[in-house]
């Protein structure tokens, strides 16, 4: 082959080259983007409870995420963003991610626990949390009382009118933090819930 066809069969390899990976780079630039769930659950804690938990030694923290902020009338609210999932809440099914964590003590008994990987269940209208060191999560919270589902476009919200504790959570901390404490349906607070449905 001549110097000459060679420098063409080159050059027409190259242009061929070029043009696929331009066309690829095309597919990739438009393809779309996919869009994560956003939201936050807002866990409000009573002045009641609040009351009762301190006077027993019991103080909850907030970890990073979650976003705390205070009302001398209403108690402690506690704001935790939605990280992921799938959920329709007036059907009742599918799943929701939150961030942040709950950290548990006793100052009495210096005991503690602590909760990552918090989780709603709309299957089963329940709040979970893995404890560190720990696999297998606790369900710890129930949402009860009036529940209102409401739908505006893609956001979906939930409000009740009662935050319980939940058998298993009660169990788990009483046994962690070395206290009686903890009930199964002692009323914590209340519960909102903002959710859009990632695509």
Do not use: C
Not at 20 to 25: D, L, Y
């Amino acid at each position: 082959m001549s110097r000459t066809r060679a420098r063409l069969a080159a050059t027409g390899t190259a242009v061929v080259l070029a043009v696929t990976g331009m066309s690829g780079a095309a597919v990739a630039d438009t393809a779309p983007a996919s869009t994560p769930s956003t939201g936050s659950a807002v866990v409000n804690s009573s002045t009641t409870f609040l009351k009762d938990q301190a006077l027993n030694g019991i103080v909850v923290i907030p970890l990073p995420t979650a976003a705390p902020s205070y009302d001398s009338t209403t108690g402690i609210s506690t704001t935790f963003p939605v990280t992921g999932g799938s959920a329709n809440l007036s059907g009742y099914y599918g799943d929701i991610d939150l961030g942040g964590g709950l950290l548990f003590i006793n100052v009495f008994t210096g005991k503690s626990a602590t909760f990552k990987q918090l989780h709603f269940s709309v299957d089963s209208w329940q709040i979970s949390g893995v404890p560190v060191g720990g696999t297998a999560p606790v369900v710890l919270l129930d949402p009860a009382g009036d529940s209102q589902i409401g739908r505006n476009g893609a956001v979906q919200t939930l409000n009740t009118s009662d935050l319980q504790l939940d058998a298993a959570g009660a169990e788990y901390l009483d046994s962690k933090l070395k206290t009686s404490f903890f009930k199964a349906g002692q009323s914590v607070g209340t519960f909102a819930l903002t959710f859009t449905q990632g695509s």
